[in-house]
């Protein structure tokens, strides 16, 4: 199947009461796990790119790799997303490339300059046929080298969603509450809550429109003991419970971005793997359990967090 944009998705994934998971790709094994995951599971999915992914890995290279899934993978729609696009230089560059849908995110603008980029980018992706994902609200944490201290981070404030969306004609909007980028999303011995009441309240304002979550992983323990155990310092490293964000995806959220997690599985398991086997050197040995452990931890989330399995 040809890669899709996410409004089909989105729409069964409302009426569905469950979510679409959003993956960042960096490299081949990345993409690998993923979409073998999704297409045993059944399920569609999100395949993003950050601005550093693009650094890192080359525009090209990216678009290759997914399309590449998509034809080792025909039963399962996927889509390719721009992850944070902070410009629509960046955006337009996604949008001429094979992307079928782009996140412009102006978040830390002031509201009336949010929406005239985000509208700007509206147009030209919709003349092209791309979806676009836009931001009100701003996540604390850290994401390509940006990082936003936690009292710089706000909640999205209900009663400005209406307006945006009329006004930008963005496709998903992603909201703030409570998730944050990273692996360090709440203090130890703390209880993580996220604020339905700013979902919901956002939910009554924009009923039957796609919002999206960003910053959520749970930040599985047993790979931080893993990266720990074996040479790492992550102390004190937690994520989302993965209970709210099943509840979340049962609620409006149709899109759920994660990240951190992945990096976990893929860190953990090379840390153990050289530590386990100091002689090995062929990168091979260690990516296929990295790659493995990636696979296995993306089809707990689309079976026990997002509910998307079975669902292509
Ligand atoms: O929200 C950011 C994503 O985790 C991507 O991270 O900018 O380091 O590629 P990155
Ligand atoms: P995590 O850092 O929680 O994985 O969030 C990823 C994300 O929001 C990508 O846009
Ligand atoms: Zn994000």
Do not use: W
């Not at 089909?8 to 998971?21: I, P, Q």
């Amino acid at each position: 199947m040809a890669l899709v944009t996410t409004t089909e998705m989105f729409k069964k994934a409302y009426n569905g009461g469950y979510a679409v998971g959003a993956f960042n790709v960096n490299n081949m094994e990345i993409v690998q796990a993923i979409t073998e995951a999704c297409r045993e599971e059944k399920a569609p999915v999100i395949l993003q790119v950050s601005k550093g992914a693009r650094a890192y890995a080359n525009h090209t290279y990216l678009v290759k790799l997914v399309e590449a899934a998509a034809i080792e993978c025909p039963e399962i729609p996927i889509a390719l997303h721009l992850d944070h696009g902070d410009s629509f230089e960046t955006c337009k560059s996604c949008i001429d490339g094979g992307f079928t849908s782009v996140m412009i995110d102006a978040s830390s603008k002031p509201f009336a300059e949010n929406i005239e980029i985000t509208r700007k980018v509206v147009e030209y992706a919709h003349d092209h046929g791309v979806v676009v994902e836009a931001e009100l609200g701003a996540l604390a944490g850290v994401e390509d080298e940006v990082s936003v201290e936690a009292d710089k981070a706000h909640y999205t404030r209900p009663e400005e969603v209406e307006e945006f969306v009329a006004k930008t004609g963005c496709d998903s909007l992603a909201i703030a509450i409570g998730t944050s980028h990273g692996a360090y999303k709440f203090k130890p011995g703390t209880n993580p809550q996220l604020r339905f009441d700013i979902l919901e309240e956002v939910v009554r304002k924009l009923p039957g429109f796609p919002i999206v979550l960003h910053g959520s992983s749970s930040v599985p323990q047993n790979y931080v003991e893993m990266v720990n155990t074996y040479g790492g310092a992550m102390p004190g490293a937690i994520g989302v419970p993965e209970e709210q964000l099943r509840h979340a995806a049962q609620l409006a959220v149709c899109k759920i971005n994660i990240d951190s997690d992945l990096r976990l599985a893929m860190t953990g398991t090379i840390r153990k793997f050289f530590a386990e086997h100091p002689d090995k050197f062929d990168p091979r040995e260690y990516l296929k359990p990295a790659r493995a452990n990636i696979k296995e931890l993306v089809r707990h989330k689309l079976i026990n967090v997002l509910g998307c399995a079975g669902k292509a």
